[in-house]
Each structure stands twice: as C-alpha cells, then as structure tokens.
C-alpha cells in the first residue's frame, strides 16, 4: 500500500512538475512574442525619431538663415540699390551684431543634429562661416561706424542657402516668407553683382 501512495505521490508531482513546465513554456512564449512586438516597435519609433531630428534640423537651420538674411536685409540703406550698404544707424548695428550672435549660438545647439552633421561633411565651410561671424562681430563692435557689407559672410550665407535649397527634402522652401525672401536676395544679387564676388 506505501508503494502504491509512494507512486501515486510520484506520479501526481510528476504530472504538477509537466503542468508548470507547460505553463511555463506558454508563459515565455506569450512574453517572448510581446517582446518581440515590442522589439519591433521600439525600433519603429526610434526610426521616426531620427526622421524627425533630421527634418527638425533641415527645418531650423533653414529658419537661421532665413532670420539672418532677414535680417541683413532690414539693416541694408535701400537709397541707392545698386550700391547696397548697411544702415549707419546704432540700432541696424546692433541688429546685425544680435543676428550673429544668434546665428553662432543656434550652430552650437544644432551641432548634434543628423541633418546639420550630414550638411557639415557635405559643405565643411560651415565652421569657416561660423568664424566669419565672430570677425563681423568684432568688426561691428570696434568699428560702429562701418556700413560696408562683409561681402565673404554674405557669400558664404547665400551658399550655404543655396546648398540647402537643392538638397531640401521639406516644405520650407515652398512657404511665402521664404519665396519673397528668395526673390529679395535674388534682386538684391542682381543689382549689386560684386556681392557674389
């Protein structure tokens, strides 16, 4: 009779041990697919991600330049247009001086962007450009009552724009304000040529 309870007991545990395991293995099924799908979502949206980042990135440095360009535009003595000169008055100076402080300081925090990283390795004169604005800073700083056009930051500006404009992959370029700022620069170009130069 102890044998026969011995192997009841054996068998009963044998069968709970099979039941735990088989539960067991539908349990890491169930979460090993739920990791799975998880797996494959994470992936997703860190995808968007970087879509995102690199848009946002086009986005902004287009906006940075169309503010300076904007800018630069605003400050320019339209007396005589086919000889463009910046306004002598203190506020157009320190308008321009604000425009490239902003400008160096939104390069710094695009510096990590894919977008910005990607323009770099394909237009490295972005570091010369970002030099070039200290210098006008300085230049406008220490000379107040200079109302010449740096002609090498504004070509370089233009490129960098014009690099932009043949790689976009948004919509920005489409906008009105960028439109009407395009043909500024573009009649601006036309009658003074030697700002190209």
């Known amino acids: 009779m102890t044998t026969i309870l011995s192997y009841l007991t054996q068998a009963t545990l044998d069968i709970g041990t099979l039941i735990i395991s088989l539960v067991s293995v539908i349990i890491a099924i169930i979460f090993g697919y739920k990791h799975g799908a998880l797996s494959r979502r994470t992936v997703e949206l860190e995808e968007r991600l970087d879509r995102f980042n690199y848009k946002r990135g086009e986005i902004l440095l287009a906006s940075l330049i169309a ?3 904007i800018s630069f535009i605003s400050s320019l003595d339209t007396a005589n247009p086919a000889q463009a000169k910046q306004k002598s008055d203190e506020a157009s100076r320190l308008q321009q001086i604000r425009i490239c402080n902003h400008f160096i300081n939104e390069l710094h925090n695009l510096s990590s962007n894919p977008f910005y ?3 770099l390795e394909k237009y490295p004169d972005i570091i010369k450009l970002e030099v070039a ?3 006008r ?3 406008l700083e220490v000379n107040t009552n200079d109302t010449s056009i740096d002609r090498n930051l504004y070509k370089m500006v233009y490129s960098l724009l014009k690099r932009l404009e043949e790689n976009k992959s948004s919509t920005i370029f489409d906008t009105e304000i960028f439109k009407n700022m395009l043909l500024g ?3 601006l170009n036309q009658q003074n ?3 190209l130069q």
């Open 67 to 69: 503010k300076y360009f």
């Open 117 to 119: 990283i990607e323009i």
């Open 133 to 135: 604005m200290v210098i």
């Open 137 to 139: 800073i300085k230049q």
């Open 185 to 187: 620069l573009a009649r």
């Open 193 to 195: 040529p030697a700002l």
